[in-house]
């Protein structure tokens, strides 16, 4: 049997028949190019994923428990002093980089474009949000006398526009030289019967597999072993769309070197027991975050002895990690996560359909299954009006509007000092 034989005889056992009449349809080149992205895609992985989103999500039974933090405003001057100076040692020497993760589609907010375009109306003349991000890590440049490597993810759809944008705004002054953009993996899309979605290009259309694919993704692109080479030895990651994150935090840095663990995260406390947030916790033993809905009632709203909720830290995507955390998490497989949604195709008469209702699965990973290969974290709780600025809806909570006023709110305050 030739291959093309052999690739058919692949997507008739996994019930892919539209994909091998598209087959026939096609030659040349664009031919090629589908068998190509074929014989890449795992199946097996495919139809596995497929039939999850058929199965009851089974509840198991969980050991939840409290995990400890603690708060930057409450750190003792001496400690506080100690975490700045272990992590100011890491940070000068050369050893710290920064990843920004921007290959989301951010479908809530609606912009046009790679979310990191999008340009936030602060201060009249407004800033885009890889300008606010370059801003930040350029501050802990000067303070710290080196240049951070930044690496940045994009995904397959939105790298080209990435690219583009950094070019002509020149990295907003950043060193060009010390930015490495690369792409996260994708997986494809799924209609309710299982069958891969066609793309207008005539090949597969995929999707990026989530924020949790980061990891994966750094190792597959050679941007880790870039940060062997470069004798990195902590890693932050962090996402694009908030306006007040700060990825070169040395009492983070630092209390993670002191509490000799692999991995940290900055928290900011939830706004109210039944925020719609993932908290932090302790679950059989591992560190992890706890979706709200997975979260019972009286737990949410319990408090400690100081009054303080149990469960009240919530992840706000602001990660670190040793470079062996972020090799151990790019081998070990992460949790795939569905998520139905419209999503245009091309059906079996060439016609593009765009739907009006859900109609086929996304396949994600998230950032924070991870922490369960962990035996412990240091989480710093930082705080809300310095730490956290989302920028998710359009309009409402987490929109431009409330992004843009703690924005300023900070900067005019740390203008006045
Ligand atoms: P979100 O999960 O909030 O997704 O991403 P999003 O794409 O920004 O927005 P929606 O849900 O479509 O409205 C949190 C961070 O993870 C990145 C995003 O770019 C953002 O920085 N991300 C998300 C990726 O890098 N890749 C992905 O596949 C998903």
């Not at 950094?166 to 997986?187: C, D, M, R, W």
Request: hydrophobic share 35%; aromatic share 10%.
């Amino acid at each position: 049997m030739d291959k093309e034989q052999e690739t058919i005889e692949l997507l008739k056992r996994y019930n892919q028949n539209h994909i091998v009449n598209l087959l026939k349809k096609l030659d040349g080149i664009k031919k090629q190019e589908l068998l190509n992205q074929i014989n890449r895609i795992d199946f097996e992985q495919i139809m596995e994923l497929y039939d999850n989103t058929k199965k009851k999500i089974e509840i198991k039974e969980n050991k939840i428990e409290s995990i400890s933090y603690l708060d930057k405003a409450k750190l003792s001057k001496e400690q506080k002093e100690r975490f700045d100076k272990l992590g100011e040692d890491i940070i000068r020497n050369g050893k710290y980089a920064v990843v920004t993760m921007a290959g989301g589609q951010g479908t809530r907010l609606g912009h046009s474009g790679p979310k990191g375009t999008f340009k936030l109306d602060v201060y009249g003349k407004g800033k885009y949000l890889f300008e606010i991000l370059k801003d930040n890590i350029e501050e802990a440049n000067e303070k710290y006398n080196t240049i951070i490597q930044w690496y940045i993810m994009t995904s397959k759809e939105n790298n080209q526009e990435t690219v583009e944008f950094l070019e002509k705004h020149n990295y907003f002054g950043y060193p060009k030289e010390a930015v490495t953009i690369f792409n996260q993996s994708e997986l494809p899309l799924v209609d309710t019967e299982g069958k891969l979605l066609i793309n207008k290009d005539m090949k597969i259309k995929e999707a990026s597999d989530g924020n949790g694919g980061t990891y994966s993704s750094l190792r597959a692109s050679g941007a880790l072993a870039d940060m062997k080479n470069k004798g990195i030895k902590w890693v932050f990651i962090g996402s694009v769309d908030n306006a007040l994150l700060k990825m070169a935090d040395v009492t983070l840095l630092g209390m993670a070197i002191d509490k000799n663990v692999q991995i940290a995260s900055k928290s900011v406390v939830k706004a109210n027991p039944h925020e719609k947030v993932g908290v932090f916790c302790r679950m059989n033993g591992h560190p992890k975050v706890i979706e709200y809905t997975e979260l019972p009632e009286k737990m949410a709203e319990e408090v400690d002895s100081n009054g303080e909720l149990k469960y009240g830290e919530s992840h706000i995507m602001c990660n670190l990690y040793t470079i062996d955390a972020i090799e151990k998490a790019s081998t070990e497989p992460l949790i795939y996560h569905s998520a139905f949604k419209k999503n245009s195709y091309i059906d079996e008469d060439g016609k593009e359909i765009i739907p009006k209702e859900a109609n086929s699965y996304k396949f994600e990973a998230f950032i924070f299954d991870a922490f369960e290969f962990f035996d412990d974290i240091a989480i710093l709780r930082g705080k809300r009006e310095e730490d956290f600025a989302p920028v998710k809806n359009k309009e409402g909570v987490d929109s431009p509007k409330t992004a843009k006023e703690l924005y300023e709110k900070y900067w005019n305050k740390q203008n006045k000092k």
